[in-house]
């Protein structure tokens, strides 16, 4: 379990920003453990600001949903640098599935740190083929923190790092649930990609 390294932080004037990165497969906890983080950001009441990109309204139109349906306020957006625009006075800017946002993100995350501002991303670090999903590498690249959760083989129950898509589509995103996606081991995944 990851546990802030200060949760005082806001209350200095002169505040050092931070960038971490929750990463792992589909139905690893990734949005549970970004919505987590910034429930007790708000119990510090230190101001809070969630974006999501416009694109995922798979359970909500606005709202960042978990899988557990698990919920928090948010902002959609269209562009990373939208949120350069609305994430005004906050003390933390959450930011969930962010494979779907371009580089832009990357150079987003850093303003906003060097602002000050602690910002907590969470996003699948590999796509259905198993390949690194940009950009998340370069955000795991220059974060303070990584956090990397895993999910649980849908296969043999064994820990899992791997979305195994079900349909023969070779679109690099193409939004699902468990309709559409599994949690896969690294044997699992690969027996069945072949």
Same mark, same amino acid.
């Given at each position: 379990m990851f546990f802030e390294p200060s949760i005082?932080?806001?209350?200095?004037?002169?505040?050092?920003?931070?960038?971490e990165v929750i990463c792992g497969s589909m139905f690893s906890g990734k949005t549970e453990e970004l919505i987590r983080r910034l429930n007790r950001a708000k119990i510090a009441r230190q101001k809070v600001e969630i974006f999501k990109p416009s694109v995922d309204k798979r359970y909500h139109e606005e709202d960042v949903v978990s899988h557990n349906e698990t919920s928090i306020r948010s902002t959609p957006v269209n562009f990373a640098d939208d949120i350069l625009l609305l994430s005004g006075d906050c003390d933390v800017v959450g930011i969930d599935e962010v494979q779907f946002f371009d580089e832009q993100i990357v150079s987003v995350a850093q303003k906003l740190a060097?602002?000050? /501002?602690?910002?907590? =991303?969470a996003g699948l670090d590999m796509d259905f083929e198993g390949m690194p999903f940009e950009p998340m590498p370069k955000l795991m690249a220059i974060a303070e923190y990584v956090t990397k959760v895993?999910?649980?083989?849908? /296969?043999?129950g064994d =820990?899992?790092?791997?979305s195994f898509r079900l349909s023969d589509s070779?679109?690099?995103?193409m939004l699902g649930e468990k309709d559409a996606y599994e949690a896969r081991c690294r044997k699992c995944f690969y027996e069945d990609k072949k």
């Open positions: 005082e932080r806001h209350k200095n004037p002169e505040r050092k920003g931070q960038i060097n602002k000050g /501002k602690r910002v907590i =991303l895993h999910a649980i083989c849908m /296969k043999c =820990l899992a790092a791997f070779k679109q690099k995103v």
